[in-house]
């Protein structure tokens, strides 16, 4: 079936550490791919996406690369700020499954101390 | 330009209760989604919703939960006889299209409606 793993938090880094958070991911037929941030008491915003194999989704620092080979969408950040403590979400909206119907992992609460 | 709008943003009912909550899309879009967030896990797909028809509910429970989108007004998602499982923020979110073929666009999510059951 389809679904989303993604690495279980939470994680803590210090202020400029590097950021990586592991999502893969279960689909039928060519998924769009998404990571979402929720900010503490606030609904999700869309961080950034990918469309099809190698695409690369990049915003506010943050890159993901699409690699169909190894069904993965990881999600990178070369300097984190504290600014940057949230829960992360990836997630695929397939186009063989429910019509709009986006899958999401678990979450990744990020933690980044000054 | 407002985005997607959840009201109430927090909802305490007693066990037995009705809750209803409260969503309106962004301007220009016509499909609405409901999710739901249970503490420590991601969201969980509910119902899809266009206007005055449900498209797929195949993430509802099968009693006690119903949602609607009608021609004029909010959607709304309604949980009758609430339990304590129910507590969960329930979310919201909206695009212009649902299936463009192409898919290459995220939802705009609500803030969210915070609802807890004592």
């Known amino acids: 079936g389809n679904s989303v793993t993604q690495m279980e938090g939470p994680v803590t880094l210090s202020e400029e550490a590097f950021l990586t958070i592991n999502c893969t991911y279960t689909a039928t037929g060519y998924p769009s791919l998404f990571w979402y941030v929720q900010y503490p008491g606030e609904g999700l915003q869309l961080l950034l996406k990918a469309t099809k194999a190698d695409d690369k989704g990049s915003n506010k620092g943050f890159e993901a690369t699409y690699r169909k080979e190894t069904t993965s969408f990881h999600l990178e950040k070369g300097s984190v700020q504290v600014s940057d403590s949230a829960v992360y979400f990836c997630?695929?909206?397939?186009?063989?499954?429910?019509?709009?119907?986006?899958?999401f992992g678990k979450g990744t609460k990020l933690s980044v101390k000054p | 330009n407002a985005g997607v709008m959840q009201n109430p943003r927090h909802l305490v009912r007693r066990r037995g209760q009705e809750a209803r909550l409260r969503c309106s899309p962004m301007k220009g879009h016509s499909h609405v989604y409901w999710y739901r967030q249970l503490p420590e896990e991601g969201l969980k797909f509910m119902v899809y919703?266009?206007?005055?028809?449900?498209?797929?509910e195949s993430g509802m429970p099968k009693e006690r939960f119903s949602a609607e989108f009608p021609k004029e007004g909010p959607s709304i998602l309604r949980i009758q006889q609430v339990v304590r499982g129910d507590s969960a923020a329930y979310f919201c979110?909206?695009?212009?299209?649902?299936?463009?073929?192409?898919?290459?666009?995220?939802?705009?999510f609500g803030s969210g409606t915070r609802l807890t059951v004592v």
């Open positions: 979110a909206s695009s212009p299209s649902g299936f463009s073929g192409q898919g290459n666009y995220g939802y705009t």
């Open positions: 919703l266009q206007k005055e028809n449900i498209i797929d």
């Open positions: 997630a695929h909206k397939n186009y063989g499954g429910s019509q709009g119907n986006l899958i």
